[in-house]
């Protein structure tokens, strides 16, 4: 875009939202494109509406001087680009904000909010008015948007894993500067749109998701009840060739007790440390690796094994006693060692392990301190329990207990989140092709599955690096395209995109053509997010 029609555009822009509402100082700029993947975007201004009208206003102007938006919720989009476009030259659409939390049926558990709502804002509002409800909690952490990470088909631990499922309707201003309503709400179901989340005739609201179509700016999701008890389930996997008997158990369990059971994590030795552990920085090998003896003292000091298995039971106090006993079965065949633990004995234990003096310096506070967090998770109560793996390898943790911002702090973190067959042999040739591509590039292996169904896993691979380093950011990088590569020859496919790989659908001709017309149709001037997953 040339300057003039930017100046016009911004001239606009403020007369309609305000002149707070518009920022162009290239410092604050800087700022606000730091992102953890260490790549720069040319970003011209922000604009930062209040409510829906000004962001009908936004499109118009966008529209008149043919200039490209890029919206985001709360831009804590940590290790995929955070608030930056796929695309240079976009203003971006700051909708944090919009934060109103406009209404809540206690009796049905479903909530209408705004784009800037946030796990810690719900949080507060269930508490204070003593609703019985769960966060759908991510590892991002407590001040990341529900909406944004509902839009990118996150998903979680508690019963409502899939949060995107969870959506039950949203509203959206389409690229003209109109408002999309769905079919059931513009025959006067509105109550009822929000119960049944399929409504009538085709499904749109799906085309709002990981997409380019609008920009959403009102979203009901459907919370799930907190249940009479909840209680963390952990196994110990002791060899790394028991991996296929782990991932048949996981499945059975998921399929004989999975209704009364959040999602299931398996994680490697190598990502359990870096939740108990300080990166050895000075203990490192010639390769720049942590070396096996280093790594078994530190599984040793942590009763670490293998491979660590994770998930949590739903329900009152039978349901729950019923499906332990199920659990237990199911999985004594593979597992060395298997825990429960209910959130409240966690935080009982941990705050008995500060108050003693003979213990409180010991590593074991630090080991309780953590499960502690993780606990909070599994009880849908938001926590930074998964943000300090940010921090493992760069970065500074702030000690003055202002919020941890990966992308202010200095992290690098590049995700790796492809899908796969719960297969166990597939499971296995996953897991080498992760372990050798992550050693030559001189990374470490940090490896999770995450159930999706009995049927798919998602893996999450945390590509960590010195952002400060030109020759770290090039490594991780090259490590990031060369997993995504490869996985693609073996079918191993992200279920979602950071903005470095956003082009990947349209370089490899896999955006289906009706998609493309639809885009045409509702956005001829490719005002909305251009490039945003090959669109």
């Known amino acids: ?6 100046i016009a555009a911004l001239t606009e822009f403020q007369q309609a939202i305000g002149i707070d509402g518009v920022v162009n ?9 730091a992102n953890c993947v260490g790549i720069s975007r040319s970003i011209p201004a922000i604009v930062v509406p209040e409510d829906v009208s000004a962001v009908c206003q936004i499109v118009r102007i966008a529209n008149k001087h043919q200039i490209s938006l890029y919206p985001y919720s709360t ?12 695309q240079d030259h976009c203003v971006l659409v700051d909708l944090s904000r919009m934060n109103k939390i406009l209404d809540f049926d206690k009796e049905t558990g479903l909530l209408t909010i705004e784009p800037g709502v946030t796990q810690r804002q719900l949080d507060a509002y269930l508490k204070q008015h003593d609703h019985p409800y769960l966060i759908p909690v991510t590892g991002a952490g407590p001040d990341c948007s529900l909406v944004g990470n509902a839009l990118e088909r996150g998903y979680g631990i508690t019963p409502y894993a899939d949060h995107f499922g969870a959506v039950m309707g949203l509203e959206a201003v389409l690229p003209n500067g109109e408002i999309y309503l769905s079919m059931l709400s513009g025959l006067g179901g509105e109550a009822v749109d929000k119960a049944f989340k399929w409504g009538m005739g085709p499904y749109m609201d799906g085309l709002f998701s990981q ?13 799930a009840p907190k249940p009479e008890r909840v209680e963390a389930f952990f196994f110990s996997v002791k060899k790394a060739d028991d991996l296929g008997l782990a991932v048949e158990k996981v499945r059975q369990v998921l399929r004989e007790v999975g209704t009364v059971t959040g999602s299931i994590n398996l994680m490697n ?5 870096s939740m108990s552990e300080p990166y050895p920085k000075d203990r490192l090998g010639s390769d720049g690796l942590i070396p096996e003896d280093v790594l078994q003292q530190l599984m040793k000091r942590n009763q670490v094994m293998e ?9 009152n106090k039978k349901v729950v006693a019923a499906a332990r006993g199920e659990i237990r079965r199911i999985l004594k065949p593979v597992a060395k060692r298997l825990v429960f633990f209910t959130p409240r004995l966690v935080k009982f234990m941990h705050g008995a392990a500060q108050a003693l003096p003979v213990i409180r310096d010991l590593h074991l506070v630090n080991v309780l301190g953590t499960l502690n967090k993780t606990m909070q998770l599994f009880a849908g109560e938001p926590s930074e329990i998964a943000l300090p793996l940010a921090y493992w390898r760069s970065g500074i943790v702030p000690t003055d207990g202002t919020p941890m911002n990966p992308d202010k702090d200095g992290c690098g973190l590049i995700w790796y989140s492809p899908l796969l067959p ?7 040739q996953y897991v080498e092709m992760v372990k050798t591509i992550c050693i030559k590039h001189r990374i470490e292996p940090l490896i999770t599955l995450t159930s999706i169904s009995d049927r798919c896993w998602d893996s999450t691979i945390p590509i960590l690096f010195d952002r400060q380093n030109p020759e770290e950011v090039a490594r991780a990088q090259a ?31 896999a955006v289906p053509d009706v998609l493309r017309s639809l885009k045409q149709a509702v956005d001829p001037n490719n005002i909305i997010a251009p490039g945003r997953y090959g669109l």
């Not at 030795?269 to 440390?273: F, G, S």
Request: positive net charge; charged residues 20%; glycine residues 12%.
């Open 1 to 6: 875009m040339d300057s003039r029609t930017l």
């Open 25 to 33: 100082n290239p410092d604050v700029l800087g700022l606000i494109a």
């Open 75 to 86: 831009g804590r989009n940590w290790g995929y680009g955070s608030k930056n476009p796929a």
């Open 211 to 223: 997409s380019n179509f609008g920009i959403v700016t009102k979203m009901t999701i459907a919370l």
């Open 269 to 273: 030795k190598h990502r359990v440390l």
């Open 307 to 315: 491979w660590t298995g994770v998930g949590a039971i739903y329900g």
């Open 422 to 428: 719960m297969k166990p042999e597939l499971t296995r």
């Open 479 to 509: 490590c990031y395209h060369e997993l995504l590569e490869t996985g693609r020859k073996h079918g191993f496919v992200p279920y979602r995109l950071g903005i470095q790989s956003m082009d990947l659908p349209a370089k490899e001709h």
